[in-house]
């Protein structure tokens, strides 16, 4: 039987863990006890952070396993490389997976290769914005999820959101760069020994300023032709910069209202909201978890799009109370696939940790609520 290091345990590597266990294989789930769902249903697992490379190597070592991954979580990156690395398993170099998780050093990697992204700089001590164009937007250099980010129209109040920034960071390190106006979607793919292959590009819906958490995500787009192709190009670039190789990407693109598009930022992984876990799967009918689970083991099928349907995901919050009596009778729904309530307390949101719910669709045209 297979051996397959999960990095991860919380709802968000769910998905993998039962898709690894439908194929036959064994199990080690490593992170904190906290939040960790999937411990009940892993057939091993490990109270070690996710940060802690060095000890789940030596545990790693001592099972001999086969491939180790990890789905929807950045901080999981360089542990999956780190541990891949030495073991000579399949994965992506250390080094690249930290270009790939910390801002500043991805907004280095796309000036090199003249990848189109905003205007930044690291936000040290001594960093000037003069020539900056406001607004900006403050963000932690290693945190997803809205954590920490924030759109400032004003010089004044950078320093504010700089120290916020910092202090969602684990390494409290901030960027500033210039805000793009215009509409958002990711992409997300898969790459084989640097081969890149795009699977879906996703519509996002988010709140306003500053805060702009995602409410919807919706495939495939309604982007026009013309525009997908210049994602698509962008695309294959900053996945070239940053040296991703093997496993799922999630590429944040924002689209100005005259067509010009830039890259936010990119994982090495995929992208969390199931958006990768499950909307990919319901809109194109390929098994983007398996296919994860497949590469981690050294193994790779190209990707073979056998499904032409529409999907989505809307989340509960205060701000989206509207979407409660459709999640409390998502049975009267026959597009509804899954919908949960997971709190009961309506919070106003400034991250993805303040939702309360959510449901998800497929449907032959997009679901509109």
Same mark, same amino acid.
């Given at each position: ?12 590597? $769910? ?33 070690? #952070? ?6 789940? $190597? ?8 086969? /491939? ?11 542990? @999956? ?7 000579? &398993? =399949? /994965? ?17 990697? *796309? #000036?090199?290769?003249?990848? =189109? ?23 932690? =250099? ?11 129209? +004003?010089? /004044? ?9 910092? +202090? ?26 640097? !081969? ?5 590009? %996703? ?19 309604? &982007? ?10 962008? %695309? $294959?670039?900053? $996945? ?15 689209? =100005?209202? #005259? ?24 809109? %194109?009918?390929?098994?983007?978890? !398996? ?6 083991? /050294? ?15 809307? *989340?509960?919050?205060?701000? %989206? ?12 729904? !026959?597009?509804? @696939? ?9 919070? +106003? ?13 497929? #449907? ?6």
């Amino acid at each position: 039987m297979k051996k397959l290091a999960i990095i991860g345990a919380s709802y968000l590597q $769910l998905p993998l863990v039962q898709k690894a266990k439908e194929m036959g294989i064994e199990t080690h789930c490593f992170a904190w006890e906290d939040g960790a769902v999937c411990k009940e249903i892993a057939d091993f697992f490990y109270p070690v #952070s996710i940060l802690e490379k060095e000890q789940i $190597l030596e545990v790693c070592e001592q099972i001999d396993i086969d /491939g180790i991954t990890s789905i929807a979580s950045d901080a999981a990156v360089p542990t @999956v490389s780190y541990v891949a690395e030495k073991m000579a &398993l =399949t /994965g992506n170099d250390f080094k690249d997976s930290i270009a790939s998780t910390d801002k500043f050093q991805m907004r280095k990697r *796309f #000036s090199e290769f003249s990848v =189109t992204s905003p205007k930044y700089c690291f936000a040290e001590s001594d960093y000037s914005i003069d020539d900056f164009r406001f607004p900006v937007i403050v963000k932690p =250099t290693d945190r997803s999820g809205s954590r920490g980010v924030k759109k400032i129209e +004003n010089p /004044g109040d950078v320093q504010v959101a700089v120290q916020r920034a910092k +202090n969602e960071s684990f390494a409290h390190k901030a960027i500033i760069e210039e805000y793009i106006s215009g509409s958002e979607v990711s992409v997300e793919s898969i790459s084989w020994n640097g !081969k890149h292959y795009i699977l879906a590009i %996703t519509d996002k819906v988010t709140t306003e300023e500053p805060y702009f958490v995602e409410l919807q995500h919706h495939q495939p787009s309604n &982007l026009s032709s013309e525009i997908q192709e210049k994602i698509r190009v962008e %695309t $294959l670039k900053a $996945l070239s910069a940053l040296n991703i190789k093997y496993g799922a990407s999630h590429s944040e693109f924002k689209i =100005t209202s #005259s067509g010009e598009v830039f890259v936010i930022e990119v994982g090495a992984r995929m992208g969390g909201d199931f958006i990768g876990s499950h909307l990919v799967k319901l809109s %194109t009918g390929y098994d983007f978890v !398996k296919a994860v689970i497949d590469i981690a083991l /050294g193994d790779f099928e190209e990707p073979k799009i056998n499904e032409s349907k529409f999907s989505g995901v809307y *989340f509960l919050c205060k701000e %989206t109370e509207y979407l409660l009596p459709v999640i409390l009778h998502s049975e009267d729904y !026959k597009e509804i @696939v899954e919908a949960e309530i997971t709190d009961i307390e309506l919070r +106003n949101i400034q991250c993805s940790a303040d939702r309360s719910g959510y449901f998800i669709y497929q #449907s032959e045209k997009r679901f509109k609520i």
